[in-house]
């Protein structure tokens, strides 16, 4: 049987796995490796492994609030930035980049 512990934040989720509180979370990958990486003390860290094998695809949305003045210029401009990045390649790169 797992272990369930609530918890504020993925911080303090990682923190309860080194303490054996939890025993796995579900974390988006980049920002599972940002924390582990930026925010545990370097002794937590090695006691840590972030599976590579997603088990659900959830899409991530750009949101803009409706208060300011340009924002449909803004996610035009973000739309257009996005397709360049994946007709040029450079979204794939990035990614690869991030999973390092």
């Given at each position: ?11 303090n989720?990682l ?9 796995l979370f579900?974390?988006?990958e980049?920002?599972?490796?940002y ?6 003390d370097?002794?937590?860290a090695p ?8 088990f659900?695809t ?7 609030s ?7 210029a ?5 739309d ?12 794939d790169?990035?990614?690869?980049k991030?999973r390092k």
């Amino acid at each position: 049987m797992l272990a369930v512990d609530e918890a504020v934040d993925d911080v303090n989720n990682l923190k309860k796995l080194v303490y054996k509180r939890i025993d796995l979370f579900p974390l988006e990958e980049s920002a599972a490796r940002y924390l582990i990486a930026n925010k545990l003390d370097p002794g937590e860290a090695p006691q840590l492994q972030v599976q590579s094998k997603s088990f659900w695809t959830v899409p991530i949305h750009f949101v803009v609030s409706k208060k300011v003045d340009n924002a449909q210029a803004i996610m035009d401009a973000f739309d257009a930035g996005y397709r360049e990045l994946q007709r040029s390649r450079r979204l794939d790169a990035l990614e690869r980049k991030l999973r390092k």
